[in-house]
């Protein structure tokens, strides 16, 4: 971290080995500070693919990383509007850097809703100890929902795990990776339930390999897990396809985290742009102006752009409280709510990322295209991401619920 942009850890409170426990005002503050911290070499490790191995020990004893442990384990428990918010103001600074915890959150949500109390009393320690949660989600080399490859089999009194995921953001600098599979059965090999085996980042048998080549996101490390004959204890699974066999905000909850990346993208290459032209842009002769940042024609397209970044932000904060109120008071109607307040936040943050990112080259200039600038680099963060989910299926469900009151469906991408 740079000089300066340090906390005061007197306002914390600690509890032995564990993490801070903050509020909701010192879990902004503090983000907001690490943002500025990482936005200083944000560019740097985007060109040569530094990976943020030092940043995130930063994140981790910040505290922040454990502010949605329930109170009733010790926690901060805060409320899904703050989240985002940290998120953002993290994505502000390197959304890199935001991306590699996505997955730890969710999966301190999915111990919420399926953990034993005893997985949940162990894993909330850990993440209050500082111990954080990877992924390994996505099938590698599948093309059809029944091509599921990774598969828990009985094996003694535990289960062996086998298989290989592919965009396991987090993984490489994980205590701890959850894993997606099916369990193994004689009627149906391969396709049983759903369930998430929590396996050690050490433990024999697995493989991180860092074989991320994204052309944005350079340094969320998402690269590859291989699972070979790794034993799971019976403990250390629960299940995850029991989550969505009612209301649920889980799903919500993830896509909300997503747009908050999204958003921060936004506004830092808003930011930079606005940066560039004041300092190094040339006006156009014809706007018969001595700076650029008096041209009528620049002027006009940053409030044009302003417009849709704030768009994508207040959304992002009415997204966050319907989830609250969601999970405040849980039924189909609350949570179908919740979801289509984040859809529309994240076809939102999703156009805001792409079109700004994109515009900033047109109101900078041609000197704005320097490769040395890495001033792309939002450009291609944000098509990088926003990738991840498509935006049109988001509309499709806000559109179907405008017309006919339709309600979207109930699974982990709404």
């Not at 509020?23 to 530094?50: C, F, K, N, P, W």
């Not at 985002?84 to 969710?106: C, K, M, N, T, Y």
């Not at 992002?316 to 405040?328: F, H, I, K, S, T």
């Not at 979801?339 to 700004?356: F, G, H, K, N």
């Given at each position: ?37 990482l ?9 040569h ?15 922040l ?117 099916h ?8 396709q ?117 970044v ?65 001033l ?35 699974h982990?991408?709404?």
């Amino acid at each position: 971290m740079s000089a300066g942009t340090t906390w005061s850890t007197t306002e914390l409170e600690t509890v032995g080995s564990r993490v801070p426990v903050l509020t909701a005002a010192q879990a902004v503050r503090i983000a907001g500070l690490l943002a500025d911290a990482l936005s200083v070499e944000a560019a740097h490790r985007d060109a040569h693919r530094v990976l943020p191995a030092t940043e995130l020990e930063s994140l981790t004893a910040s505290g922040l990383l454990a502010i949605t442990v329930p109170a009733e384990h010790g926690g901060a428990d805060l409320p899904a509007e703050t989240v985002a918010e940290v998120f953002r103001l993290i994505a502000s600074g390197d959304p890199s850097v935001a991306q590699i915890p996505h997955s730890h959150f969710v999966y301190v949500n999915a111990l919420r809703h399926q953990g034993t109390t005893a997985q949940q009393e162990f894993f909330f320690g850990e993440v209050l100890a500082g111990k954080r949660f990877g992924n390994a989600q996505s099938e590698v080399g599948t093309r059809h929902v029944r091509d599921i490859r990774t598969t828990l089999t009985p094996s003694g009194a535990g289960w062996l795990l086998n298989g290989t995921k592919g965009y396991s953001t987090g993984a490489l600098f994980a205590d701890w990776i959850p894993v997606l599979a099916h369990l193994d059965t004689e009627s149906d090999p391969g396709q049983g339930p759903l369930h998430v085996a929590w396996v050690e980042r050490t433990a024999p048998g697995v493989t991180v390999v860092d074989d991320w080549d994204g052309l944005g996101q350079r340094t969320t490390a998402s690269g590859t897990v291989v699972l070979q004959d790794v034993a799971v204890q019976a403990a250390r699974i629960t299940p995850y396809h029991l989550t969505f066999e009612g209301p649920q905000t889980y799903g919500a909850f993830a896509q909300l985290l997503h747009a908050a990346i999204d958003a921060g993208i936004a506004r830092a290459a808003l930011a930079e742009a606005a940066a560039f032209v004041s300092t190094k842009s040339r006006p156009y002769p014809d706007a018969g102006v001595e700076r650029a940042i008096d041209d009528p024609l620049v002027v006009h397209a940053f409030g044009e752009m302003e417009l849709q970044v704030r768009a994508a932000e207040a959304l992002l904060v009415e997204a966050g409280r319907a989830v609250d109120a969601a999970d405040a008071d849980l039924t189909e109607q609350s949570a179908a709510l919740a979801s289509l307040a984040v859809a529309a936040a994240r076809a939102s943050s999703t156009q805001a990322s792409v079109d700004v990112s994109s515009r900033l080259f047109e109101v900078a200039g041609t000197r704005s295209a320097l490769a040395s600038l890495d001033l792309d680099r939002h450009w291609r963060n944000a098509r990088t991401h926003t990738l991840h989910d498509p935006a049109a299926w988001k509309v499709q469900h806000l559109g179907r619920f405008a017309v006919d009151g339709t309600l979207p469906p109930n699974h982990g991408q709404l």
